[in-house]
């Protein structure tokens, strides 16, 4: 496994839809498997693969004891409403406050290539919104309730149940 570099908002990739995925092959399993490891050094909630300079629709987000990582991940529910603050690992130290469904069910393929859905509620849900978001070149900047709410964070101020780092 390897530490990939996360880009930063500049980075036009992250403004580009991702392409989708046409096998789960060894190659995508190793993409995997080092997106995971970027997030949890980064520390981070999720990651998608243009974040890490590869177009293709593959997303990885870990809350609590859950890991979970998806290739040409589709939101087939969201319902309900939660607004709360959210931050990027593209764009580190800002914080903004975002309105998302509350629960969702996600479907996609696993690292075997097996269609999988899976259901979310509160941060989870949160991070696979986010995290589609990103593969469809779009940033939590783009969906702020207002402009105002984006500030700028230290690290250590951030208290749980936050998505910081996405
Ligand atoms: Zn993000």
């Known amino acids: ?87 990027c690992l593209s764009i580190p130290g800002y914080v903004g406050e975002v309105k998302r469904a509350q629960r969702v069910v996600v479907r996609g393929l696993n690292r075997h290539g097996k269609t999988v859905r899976i259901k979310g509620d509160d941060l989870l849900a949160r991070a696979f919104q986010h995290e589609i978001d990103h593969i469809n070149g779009v940033l939590f900047i783009d969906r702020l309730t207002s402009l105002d709410t984006l500030r700028k964070v230290e690290p250590e101020s951030v208290t749980e149940g936050e998505l910081v780092g996405a």
């Open 1 to 87: 496994m390897a530490l990939l570099p996360i880009l930063t908002q500049e980075a036009p990739i992250l403004r580009q839809k991702a392409k989708r995925v046409t096998r789960v092959d060894d190659s995508i399993r190793k993409l995997i498997d080092d997106m995971v490891e970027t997030m949890v050094a980064a520390p981070g909630v999720g990651l998608a693969a243009n974040q890490v300079g590869v177009a293709l629709r593959v997303i990885v987000v870990k809350t609590d004891a859950n890991l979970y990582s998806l290739v040409n991940p589709e939101m087939v529910k969201a319902t309900g409403e939660q607004v709360g603050l959210e931050g």
